[in-house]
């Protein structure tokens, strides 16, 4: 009930092409959702992130589509480019959960030029 | 600048030797936390602090001990009891409050032979 799940593992886009991520999730207790980004050798960032109240948040590329009744949400990087490449990780945290925010287990993306 | 160091960026100890990881934030946040990354297993959290002088367990605590005695500081002692400790380690901290992003150091990365 914990488990955030993520797909794909790796994904390889071509210079311009869309990016899907997937998370689907369990716990109806979520009530926030990010999207961290990670390079390598660095530690992750928070990318962009959604509550269940809205179905989609932009910003810039980056958009979130949250689907609260299928217990997804994704992430799509428009026109992706190869400074994109990088580890995204979803995660979820409810209010109750005593700061333990869930990740997922990541999806490694190569933008190719 | 504001941020978390961690540090060193590679440490290399032998098998039953205890080993402390550092970190130390600057942001002035009240929560302090340490995770674990492994290949495709995303982000497991080990313990984390609200507040000064006190911690909690989190998924994947044992072998592994912490301390918060400075609002600043949060060492990770990893023992000689941690079965499988090569790994790459994560400090972050936050606001404390249940949707403030987490922010993360640039890991170390800890080899045990």
């Known amino acids: 009930q914990q488990q955030v799940k993520q797909s794909p593992q790796s994904l390889i886009v071509q210079k311009g092409g869309i990016s899907i991520i997937n998370c689907a999730y369990e716990?109806?207790?979520?009530?926030?959702f990010p999207w961290y980004q990670q390079f390598p050798g660095k530690g992750p960032a928070l990318l962009i992130a959604?509550?269940?109240?809205?179905s989609e948040k932009k910003e810039g590329r980056f958009t979130i589509s949250f689907n609260k009744s299928a217990k997804q949400f994704s992430l799509h990087i428009m026109d992706s480019q190869p400074g994109d490449s990088a580890t995204y990780f979803c995660?979820?945290?409810?209010?109750?959960?005593?700061?333990?925010?869930?990740f997922g287990s990541g999806t490694r993306l190569l933008v190719r030029p | 600048d504001g941020g978390i160091t961690q540090s060193p960026k590679y440490l290399f100890r032998k098998e039953g030797q205890n080993v402390t990881l550092s970190c130390e934030q600057n942001?002035?946040?009240?929560?302090m936390y340490w995770y674990r990354q492994d290949p495709g297993q995303g982000l497991r959290l080990i313990y984390y602090?609200?507040?000064?002088?006190?911690?909690q367990k989190g998924d994947i605590a044992e072998g592994y001990s912490v301390s918060r005695e400075k609002k600043e500081s949060f060492p990770l002692t990893v023992t000689s009891a941690q079965k499988n400790p090569t790994a790459f380690y994560l400090c972050?901290?936050?606001?404390?409050?249940?949707?403030?992003?987490?922010?993360f150091g640039n890991g170390t990365r800890l080899t045990v032979t």
């Open positions: 942001l002035n946040h009240d929560a």
């Open positions: 716990n109806t207790a979520f009530d926030y």
């Open positions: 602090s609200q507040i000064v002088n006190d911690f």
């Open positions: 959604i509550r269940p109240d809205v």
């Open positions: 972050a901290s936050s606001r404390g409050y249940v949707n403030s992003p987490l922010h």
């Open positions: 995660a979820a945290i409810s209010m109750d959960s005593s700061y333990k925010l869930i």
